[in-house]
C-alpha cells in the first residue's frame, strides 16, 4: 500500500502545547505501558505499519515541520516538503509528483491519503487499505472513508450515499451544518468526511496537469508559491461524477481541539500536576519544570508549556485561536532532527537556551555574523568542531565562540549544552553554513540557512 500522510496545521488550536513549528500531531498524549507518550504522528504511523508491514509512506508536510518529523519518526521518514504554506490539492499534486519522478510509482497503482492526526482504532488502516485495493481494482476514480456518525456534530462535513450498502456511489457533501441539519442529514443516512481517500495515482496527476498545468515534480517545485492555495475538496472531489464512499463503523475522532484531545487522555495529568478532591472532569498537561496545583475546578483545561498557560472551562477552549493569534512571541521549545532546544531566558541582548543533542547528531558547521556565543556542557559528551580544530568536550566545559568563528558541536552520547547567545541583532536567520574543512577546506556553503533545521 502506498500512502500518504498529510502534515499540516499551524498550532494555534491547541496552544501552548503547539507552535508555529510544533503542530499538535507532534505533541507526546499517549501514554506507553514503559511510561514513555507518543504523539498523533507517532502512533499513526505505527498504525500503518501494523495494518500493513510493507506500506509505503509518504508525508506530505511543511518546512517547519520536517525537524520534528525526523526526529519523531526517524532520519529515513520519506517527506514531501512544500516550500511555501498552501491547501492541501497543492501538497497533494507535489505529493504525487514526488512518488511518480522521484519514487518510481507508476500511474495505475493506488495511493490512499489521509491525515496524519486522526484518533482511531486499528481496524481503521485496514479499512484504508481496503480503499486502495478498490481504487486498484477500478471500483471508482476516487474513493472516500465515510465514518458512521456517533451524534450531530457541526464540527464536520458530510456525505450522502446514493445508496445504503457498504459501498456507495456518492449523492452530494455538505459542509459543516449546524445540528438540526446534521440530525437531518443523519436520518437520511449521511456519513462524516474522514478527509481519506484513495485513487490511482494517474488521477492526482491528471488532476494537476488540469489545473496546475504541470505534474512534473521539479516544475511544481519550482512554482509552487504561484500555485492558487485551494483545497483537495473543492478542486476535485466535489466536482468528481465517478466517486463512491465506503462505511467505517469504528473509532474516530478529530483531535482538533483541547476539547476533543481530552476525551481520548487515558489519564487525568500528565507532568508534575496535583488535583484536589474537588476537581472533577479536569485534564492538566504540564510541560514545565515547575508544580501545577488544581483546586476544585469542573471541566477544566490546563495547559503549561514555556510558550504559557492556559486555563479554560472545556466548552470555550473551542474558540482558542483568535486569541492565540494575537500572540508574537517566538516559538520557546522545538524538536529538531538533532534533538531539541528550549529558550529559557530572553534579554534585550541576550539569549539563553537548553539545547539537547541525541547521541550520534551534530549541529552544521556554521557561523554568526551578528553574535557572540558560549556553550557549557551539562551532561553527556561529544566533540566541537571550531575554526576547523576538533577537541572533545565534556560535563563541565566551557566553549567561547566570538563573533564569526566556524563551529559545531556532536553528541557522542545524549548531550545537553546550556547555550548563551550574546549580540546586538540576535536572530534565526543570522546563520551562514559552511563545509566542514575534510570535504571542503573550510568553503562558505552557497547559501544562510535561513529557516534552517538548525537551533
Not at 499538535?24 to 514503559?34: G, L, T, Y
Not at 442529514?185 to 492526482?204: E, K
Amino acid at each position: 500500500m502506498h500512502i500518504v500522510l498529510l502534515s499540516g496545521g499551524s498550532g494555534k488550536r491547541l496552544w501552548p502545547l503547539s507552535n508555529e513549528i510544533r503542530s499538535k500531531q507532534f505533541i507526546p498524549i499517549f501514554r506507553q505501558e514503559d511510561g514513555t507518550y507518543l504523539s498523533m504522528a507517532q502512533r499513526v504511523y505505527r498504525q500503518v505499519l501494523r495494518a500493513d508491514a510493507e506500506a509505503k509512506i509518504l508525508i506530505a508536510t511543511s518546512r517547519a515541520q520536517v525537524a520534528a518529523l525526523r526526529h519523531q519518526l526517524g532520519e529515513k521518514v520519506a517527506l514531501s516538503v512544500e516550500p511555501c504554506r498552501r491547501d492541501t490539492f497543492p501538497a497533494i499534486a507535489l505529493a504525487g509528483a514526488y512518488l511518480h519522478d522521484k519514487k518510481g510509482v507508476g500511474d495505475d497503482e493506488a495511493v490512499a491519503i489521509c491525515p496524519v492526526d486522526p484518533y482511531v482504532e486499528d481496524g481503521y488502516f485496514a479499512a484504508v487499505r481496503e480503499l486502495t485495493e478498490l481504487a486498484a481494482a477500478g471500483e471508482a476514480s476516487l474513493l472516500l472513508m465515510g465514518v458512521e456518525p456517533t451524534y450531530p456534530s457541526a464540527k464536520y462535513g458530510y456525505i450522502l450515499p446514493r445508496e445504503k450498502g457498504r459501498i456507495s456511489r456518492v449523492e452530494a457533501f455538505r459542509e459543516k451544518p449546524d445540528e438540526s441539519e446534521a440530525a437531518r442529514y443523519i436520518s437520511q443516512g449521511a456519513l462524516w468526511n474522514s478527509g481519506v481517500f484513495a485513487c490511482r495515482l494517474g488521477y492526482v496527476l491528471g488532476k494537476a496537469r488540469e489545473a496546475l498545468g504541470t505534474s512534473d515534480y521539479a516544475a511544481l517545485f519550482a512554482r509552487y508559491e504561484a500555485l492558487p492555495s485551494i483545497s483537495f475538496d473543492y478542486a476535485v472531489v466535489e466536482k468528481e461524477r465517478s466517486i463512491s464512499v465506503v462505511r467505517y463503523a469504528g473509532d474516530w475522532k478529530d483531535l482538533g481541539t483541547w476539547n476533543t484531545l481530552t476525551e481520548i487522555m487515558e489519564v487525568p495529568s500528565i507532568g508534575d500536576v496535583t488535583m484536589d478532591e474537588d476537581c472533577g472532569g479536569t485534564q492538566v498537561v504540564n510541560e514545565m519544570d515547575v508544580p501545577v496545583l488544581c483546586m476544585g475546578l469542573k471541566d477544566t483545561v490546563v495547559a503549561a508549556s514555556p510558550e504559557g498557560i492556559l486555563v479554560a472551562d472545556k466548552r470555550c477552549s473551542s474558540y482558542i485561536k483568535p486569541y492565540v493569534e494575537r500572540f508574537t512571541r517566538a516559538a520557546m521549545f522545538a524538536e529538531k532532527s538533532w534533538g531539541s532546544f528550549r529558550i529559557l531566558d530572553v534579554g534585550e541582548e541576550s539569549l539563553v537556551i537548553k539545547v539537547t543533542l541525541r547521541a550520534g547528531h551534530a549541529m552544521n558547521y556554521h557561523s554568526h555574523a551578528h553574535r557572540a556565543e558560549v556553550w557549557t556542557v551539562v551532561g553527556g559528551h561529544g566533540e566541537v568542531l571550531v575554526d576547523g580544530v576538533r577537541r572533545a568536550v565534556r560535563v563541565g566545559d566551557v566553549v567561547r565562540l566570538p563573533v564569526g568563528c566556524k563551529h559545531k558541536v556532536e553528541a557522542a552520547e545524549d548531550m545537553t549544552l546550556i547555550e548563551v547567545q550574546m549580540g546586538t541583532d540576535i536572530s534565526r536567520e543570522d546563520k551562514i553554513k559552511w563545509s566542514e574543512p575534510e570535504s571542503g577546506a573550510g568553503g562558505r556553503a552557497a547559501e544562510k540557512a535561513k529557516g534552517s533545521d538548525e537551533a
